[in-house]
């Protein structure tokens, strides 16, 4: 079973940056592509960004376009979200999941293609 781990949240006032990292099982990222997903107080789960195993392409809503960089380590296993110019709105819990997909549809991702969801880590954005 794919395992996953976020880590990386944290407390940051508007403009500052956070890099969230998703550890993976062995080879995970050779066979899933990996998504991010946010949940803030009251609303529901949203894709924010994927990166497809099949060749690295990423993939952003347009919300974090411009200001969201997602990449991958792929010896590491790991997937790292890199936000900058951070938001109130960017607050939220932040979790990473394997897609049961070589390229990611976009980042409008239907939760029955997730096989495995990290546990999440905690985003703030507050003066």
């Known amino acids: 079973q794919v395992q996953l781990v976020e880590s990386g949240g944290g407390l940051v006032q508007p403009g500052g940056s956070l890099n969230l990292s998703c550890e993976a099982s062995?080879?995970?990222?050779?066979?899933?592509?990996i998504a991010w997903f946010r949940q803030a107080p009251g609303k529901e789960r949203e894709g924010v960004s994927c990166?497809?195993?099949?060749?690295?392409?990423?993939h952003y809503a347009d919300s974090v376009k411009g200001r969201f960089a997602i990449s991958r380590d792929i010896a590491r296993s790991t997937v790292y979200l890199q936000m900058n110019n951070l938001k109130p709105e960017d607050t939220g819990v932040y979790y990473c999941?394997?897609?049961?997909?070589?390229?990611?549809?976009?980042?409008?991702?239907?939760?029955?293609?997730?096989?495995?969801w990290g546990q999440g880590t905690q985003v703030n954005v507050s003066s």
């Open positions: 999941a394997a897609v049961f997909l070589d390229t990611c549809p976009g980042t409008k991702i239907a939760t029955a293609l997730v096989g495995s």
């Open positions: 990166i497809s195993s099949s060749d690295g392409s990423p």
């Open positions: 062995e080879f995970t990222l050779n066979y899933y592509s």
